[in-house]
């Protein structure tokens, strides 16, 4: 996740990043759905439907070995969880993730009244980044940030793919319990 590219933007940018966010995605993830039916899964948007959707996704991504950031000391380039989850995913896999990414927030609003789509607060990790807010303790579902993490865990740490459900639950809790 680029963290300096969402700090650099101003309010209006981001909310524009966030539009065309919802926008490109809503558009792009009618194939996803229609591959995953072809698949015999059911993407209606629920939250029960996230963690089959999410699963697919996990046996359809690929990736490469990074370059190691310079920027990071060596003290963490040179261990053995740096260099597990140094990598990254080709651009068709970076599209899934991406689409992914839509989904989940996209299931959370639809299904839990109070729930929108926003962009992160300026002094969180989350800053400009387009997230699901109405959560309580004023927490914001960064959805890109968290697909992406999800899928690194169970590629990286071979985390079990119910991890997913785990994390659903996770937010689903956070923002009062499913409907």
């Given at each position: ?37 072809n698949d015999g899964i059911e993407a209606d948007y629920s939250i029960p439907s996230i ?129």
């Amino acid at each position: 996740m680029d963290f300096r590219f969402f700090e650099s933007l101003t309010a209006t940018q981001a909310k524009d990043y966030l539009e065309r966010f919802l926008q490109v995605e809503s558009e792009a993830v009618t194939k996803l759905v229609l591959d995953l039916l072809n698949d015999g899964i059911e993407a209606d948007y629920s939250i029960p439907s996230i963690e089959p959707v999410f699963g697919w996704a996990i046996e359809s991504l690929r990736w490469s070995t990074a370059a190691t950031d310079s920027d990071l000391p060596t003290w963490i380039t040179d261990t053995p969880s740096y260099a597990s989850g140094n990598f990254e995913f080709d651009e068709p896999s970076r599209a899934i993730v991406l689409r992914c990414a839509y989904y989940l927030g996209r299931s959370f609003v639809e299904t839990i009244p109070g729930l929108h789509w926003s962009t992160g607060p300026p002094d969180r990790a989350e800053c400009n980044m387009p997230i699901v807010a109405g959560f309580r303790h004023d927490m914001g579902m960064a959805v890109m940030l968290i697909t992406d993490n999800l899928f690194r865990r169970i590629i990286a740490d071979s985390a079990p793919k119910s991890e997913v459900g785990r994390t659903v639950d996770y937010w689903a809790d956070m923002a009062g319990g499913l409907p």
